[in-house]
């Protein structure tokens, strides 16, 4: 299996990260020898197996839908790049 | 005292609670050696001065019932600490200032511990030298050039160099195991869901675990016994029942039964790895405890498992990073152009890398060859300790296939890289417990490290055969200081 530049472009795409011509090509090279790694998988026979989503062999604890944390607004924006009255503000998404 | 921070933290803890010391005494002695040892690029961010008031506050009031009574403690910077920068070593987190603290530090400020400052470590964790940092390489104390290990590298420094006397570090696929292996120092990597995760910046969470870093397995013990709770904040935290691990070590491993996995003998192991091996099986049979040879078929499959799993659930949590909420953002003439520049500058190289491979693994037409094709693998590797344990209590094994390498010297081979972690990744992909402990020295004169996993929620266990193991290595760490001028 090959990683083209075209893959590339399009995980580049979905995973939102820019990414210019010179590091496409050094990305696919990477990521070639690593899925060359990866390909290892295919010498098992898996059809049978359940997959393991998650080792805690536990199911997920219920709780109340309560409210816990009350006036936070401050807090939450507090890091914000930039923020105006408690939003956040990001560039214009409608013209 | 001159030698304070020569002292483990049994040592420490003891000499405060006779009141032969005083925590602004022992706060003193770790921020100046810690000033003098600027060059081994240890810490991302101090927080001395705060932390002399702290201990000053605590010398006019002491609390001598804490389990960690005044002690000052550096933290790997992965945790969130309430009003104290966090960056898990990216330029993406640079200016980021939690609300918040994380149940583990919480936890260890309750037993009286105070914050001297947010340790180096790989960018997002994802790294095995802690060359990923935004912040710069991490120096190891055993020599010059020398990388300590990652993730983390800067906490196994500062232990190792004895700029903290115990931390706490996180453990993906071996970021404790293996630093502590390359600097002589103990770390545990305790069973999938002891520690809370609550507060940690995530990398992938079926398999991040936090755990201690110290100089010996006692204190590994004692540290192990705060951190490991049961939270409702983190939906994985497992309410088991706790042992008093520190009060019930003991050296009593008579007739315990250890495995020995023939498949941990890998192509091109250096034969110094071998007689370790040979060494540690030794003096488990000195210790009353027997040997067993057994089987672990799936263990060559760990490693390519992993950079499925790891890089899937890293793309899916990096996914918050996108300029808007927190963190640096990059200008951009739309919303989206924003969240690509943001991304791309933001995220180092080994980042990114990890988050196109998962990318792709997740992606339409691609899920079920890779992602569902790993998840059945990983349940196929658990299966095999599952088998092994009806037959051994533990298993011995090396921590790393290597002693430490030098600075650059893997950094353009990602799979090579990698391969550092091959006996450490099938213990977090089947969620169990694994202690390294400082076991011998390569020609060079550099640390290496054995490795007992356990059961499940055996951590009294491990670090029990661990305890009798030290006791026979009696290893002593080569420090000589050589950063300081």
């Known amino acids: 299996m090959s990683i083209d530049l075209k893959t590339i472009k399009h995980i580049s795409k979905l995973s939102r990260i820019s990414v210019d011509e010179k590091r496409a090509k050094k990305l696919a090279g990477d990521l070639n020898s690593i899925f060359d790694f990866i390909e290892k998988l295919n010498e098992l026979k898996t059809d049978n197996v359940e997959p393991l989503t998650s080792v805690a062999e536990t199911t997920l604890k219920l709780r ?17 790049p930039q923020d105006n009255e408690d939003y956040f503000v990001v560039p214009k998404v409608i013209e | 005292m001159s030698d304070i921070t020569k002292q483990s933290l049994t040592e420490l803890v003891e000499n405060i609670k006779n009141k032969k010391l005083s925590s602004t005494d022992v706060t003193k002695a770790f921020i100046e050696r810690s000033e003098k040892s600027k060059e081994l690029n240890a810490y991302i961010t101090e927080d001395f001065t705060s932390a002399l008031d702290k201990a000053k506050r605590f010398d006019q009031k002491p609390n001598l019932d804490l389990k960690m009574p005044g002690i000052p403690m550096a933290v790997k910077d992965l945790f969130c600490t309430k009003d104290v920068k966090t960056t898990a070593g990216s330029k993406i987190l640079n200016n980021f200032v939690p609300t918040y603290e994380s149940t583990v530090t919480e936890n260890i400020w309750k037993e009286g511990a105070i914050l001297l400052g947010k340790l180096n470590c790989d960018e997002f964790a994802m790294g095995s030298s802690n060359e990923t940092s935004f912040f710069g390489n991490v120096q190891n104390p055993i020599d010059k050039d020398l990388v300590p290990g990652g993730s983390s590298g800067g906490s196994a420094s500062a232990v190792a160099g004895q700029l903290t006397p115990i931390t706490i570090g996180t453990d993906t696929g071996g970021s404790i195991r293996q630093p502590a292996s390359f600097t002589g120092t103990v770390g545990l990597k305790p069973t999938y869901g002891s520690c809370s995760r609550y507060g940690i910046v995530a990398f992938a969470s079926s398999l991040d675990q936090a755990g201690p870093m110290a100089q010996n397995v006692k204190d590994c013990a004692l540290l192990y016994e705060i951190i490991s709770t049961y939270d409702s904040k983190d939906s994985t935290s497992i309410d088991f029942k706790r042992n008093q691990y520190s009060k019930e070590l003991t050296n009593n491993i008579k007739g315990k039964k250890i495995g020995i996995p023939k498949e941990y003998r890998v192509d091109g192991m250096p034969k110094e790895i071998e007689d370790l091996w040979q060494k540690g099986i030794q003096y488990i049979k000195d210790c009353g405890a027997e040997t067993i040879d057994i089987s672990l078929p799936h263990t060559s499959y760990a490693l390519p498992t992993y950079y499925i799993v790891a890089p899937a659930e890293a793309s899916s949590n990096l996914a918050r990073y996108d300029g808007v909420k927190y963190g640096f953002r990059a200008k951009g003439e739309n919303l989206i152009d924003m969240y690509e520049k943001t991304r791309s500058e933001g995220f180092g190289t080994e980042v ?14 691609y899920y079920d060859a890779y992602y569902l094709k790993a998840q059945k693998v990983r349940k196929l590797i ?3 300790f599952d088998e092994a344990y009806k037959k051994v209590d533990a298993i011995l094994t090396p921590s790393t296939p290597s002693s430490a390498f030098k600075i650059g010297e893997k950094t353009d081979d990602p799979v090579s890289m990698y391969l550092n972690d091959i006996f450490t990744v099938p213990v977090n992909l089947a969620g169990l417990p694994g202690i390294s402990i400082p076991a011998g020295h390569d020609s060079k004169g550099y640390p290496l490290g054995l ?3 356990g059961k499940a929620f055996d951590e009294q266990n491990i670090l029990n055969i661990a305890f009798a193991m030290e006791e026979k290595i009696n290893f002593k760490n080569k420090i000589t200081d050589w950063w300081i001028k």
């Open chain 2, 352 to 365: 990114q890398r990890r988050i196109m491979i998962g990318t792709y693994v997740l992606s339409s037409g």
């Open chain 2, 451 to 453: 490795q007992v996993i």
């Open chain 2, 382 to 384: 658990k299966n095999d």
């Open chain 1, 64 to 80: 109340s839908d309560e409210v816990k944390s009350k006036n936070i607004r401050e807090q939450i924006v507090k890091n914000s």
